[in-house]
């Protein structure tokens, strides 16, 4: 059964550092991975997908890697902004064709 | 131009009514889901559709019933509501299918339960 694990559960920086957040899952026969951002009262916002042949997407200040064999993927934000603070969620797509969230990282970045 | 839309966004009602949740995405996209979001913000799938033909049913208690009229519609009927069914309702689509889930998934803005 496929798991799907977030760590930090919340984060608080200052704006401008670069900082990570962790995915992790038990299962690495995925098709894909996806990063969300989930802000308060509102629905996901895709971030970045990466597809299982694939080792890392960027977008903007926003990086994400895929270490399938270890069961891990990594988001960096790169100079944080307030504009970032939100929740941000992982999801696995694998053998059981669907989407596996992760509990997410509650992002607040401070002015 | 919303891409995927639900109505209601709030819903307030007794326990023991019957109501529904509607959903619509104008991307042409051939598969639609409904997810649970529930108070610890744990996001699960309940179903998916893909082109009106039902391809996941999570263990969902049966008093839930999806309904999907063409493929850009998938509505979610909710029969006898229990206190325990107060959540956050998503409908989300995409291009993929479930096994070839290559595109992103687009979510609706949710529908906000609450069970009396």
């Known amino acids: 059964k496929q798991e799907v694990t977030q760590i930090p559960a919340a984060l608080s920086v200052p704006e401008g550092e670069n900082l990570v957040l962790n995915c992790s899952f038990t299962?690495?026969?995925?098709?894909?991975l996806q990063w969300f951002r989930q802000d308060p009262g509102k629905g996901l916002t895709s971030l970045l997908l990466i597809q299982s042949s694939q080792r890392e997407q960027t977008s903007g200040r926003l990086n994400a890697s895929l270490d399938k064999s270890s069961g891990r993927s990594t988001l960096y934000i790169a100079a944080s902004q307030p504009g970032d603070s939100a929740t941000y969620l992982c999801?696995?797509?694998?053998?059981?064709?669907?989407?596996?969230f992760g509990t997410g990282t509650r992002l607040k970045v401070l002015a | 131009d919303t891409a995927v839309s639900q109505t209601p966004k709030y819903l307030v009602t007794q326990m023991g009514n019957d109501k529904s949740i509607k959903c619509e995405q104008n991307?042409?996209?051939?598969?639609m889901y409904w997810y649970k979001q529930d108070s610890k913000k744990f996001l699960k799938i309940m179903f998916s559709?893909?082109?009106?033909?039902?391809?996941i049913n999570e263990t969902v208690p049966n008093r839930f019933s999806p309904k999907s009229p063409d493929k850009a519609h998938l509505n979610l009927h909710i029969n006898s509501l229990e206190l325990g069914d107060s959540a956050v309702y998503f409908c989300a689509s995409s291009q993929g299918t479930l096994t070839r889930p290559t595109d992103t998934q687009y979510f609706g803005p949710g529908t906000r339960l609450t069970v009396l």
């Open positions: 991307l042409g996209h051939d598969t």
């Open positions: 999801a696995v797509h694998g053998r059981t064709y669907k989407y596996i």
């Open positions: 299962d690495s026969a995925i098709y894909n």
């Open positions: 559709y893909n082109n009106k033909e039902l391809i």
